[in-house]
């Protein structure tokens, strides 16, 4: 996956680190051994609950969605999301895992 430049130019050999961060949330929020029988909107609701702030469904979407590269996942989420999930993979590319 070429990564971009501060000029949003694609760079060969680099990681595009925003659609790493789109794939591995789709896969944890998909995939996840604790989301796996979860709709999108439970899987808010405990976000909401464990972060204190305002999660809904679309917001994950949006947070996976190539065609909105302006919306991301905000970094305070990748904990949450990670034990809601399950799936850390997305808190250990990022080097957020609590050890």
């Given at each position: 996956m070429p990564g971009l430049?501060?000029?949003g130019?694609?760079?060969a050999g680099q990681i595009d680190c925003d659609?790493?961060?789109r794939r591995l949330l789709?896969?944890?929020?998909?995939?996840?051994p604790r989301c796996k029988s979860l709709s999108y909107r439970?899987?808010?609701d405990l976000l909401t609950g464990r972060l204190g702030t305002l999660v809904t469904a679309n917001m994950l979407y949006l947070y996976q969605s190539k065609a909105r590269p302006e919306v991301r996942l905000p970094a305070s989420f990748?904990?949450?999301v990670s034990e809601v999930s399950g799936d850390y993979s997305?808190?250990?590319?990022?080097?957020k895992r609590k050890k």
């Open positions: 430049n501060q000029q130019k694609s760079v659609a790493e961060v789709k896969k944890a929020l998909k995939y996840g439970q899987i808010a990748i904990s949450a997305l808190a250990d590319l990022l080097g």
